[in-house]
C-alpha cells in the first residue's frame, strides 16, 4: 500500500499483490485514485508504465463514515471546482465499477479529510481502520474483480 499526498508513480509490473488507495472522502480524492488506475497525459511521458494499475478503493468511503458515526458536522461543503469535478466523474460513470456510483453520489452530501478519523483518536487510522479494512478486504475494485465487503 502507497499512502501519497502527492502525485508518486507505481509502475504497472508491480507484482500481483492487492494494491489499494486512501484519499480524502472528496471529488479531488477519487480523481486521484482515477489517475493512478487509469493514468493521466502526463503518464503518456513515462511510456505509459504508471497506468492501468488494478487499484482498490479502500476509502476513505461514505459507508464507513456512516459504520463510524463519524461527526456529521465534520462534514465540510463542496466547493465550485469540488462540484464540476463530481458532476464530470457521474457523466464518465461507465470508466468505474457500479459499485462505486453510490459513494460518488453520497459526496454531494459533504466532503471528509482522512484527518477526520482523528477524531476517533490519533492512532485509530494505522491501528484499527486500515488492519480492519484490510483483513476484512473491505475495498472497492476497480470494476475488473468483483467488489469486497463493506464495513
Partial sequence: MILT???????????????VGLADFNPHGYEILEVYRR?????????GCYSGIDLCWLGLRRSHIDALALDPTMAIPLSTRDRKILDRLLREQPQFAPEHIPELLRMWEGKFEIQSL????????????????????????CGRNRSRVSM
Wanted: glycine content about 8%; proline content about 10%; hydrophobic content about 35%.
Fill in 5 to 19: 499526498k502527492r502525485s508518486f508513480p507505481i509502475p504497472s509490473d508491480s507484482p500481483r499483490v492487492p494494491v
Fill in 118 to 141: 482523528f477524531s476517533m483518536g490519533y492512532l485509530f487510522l494505522s491501528e484499527s481502520y486500515l488492519p480492519t479494512c484490510l483483513l476484512r478486504g473491505d475495498y472497492l475494485t
Fill in 39 to 47: 493514468g493521466s497525459a502526463n503518464s503518456v511521458h513515462a511510456g
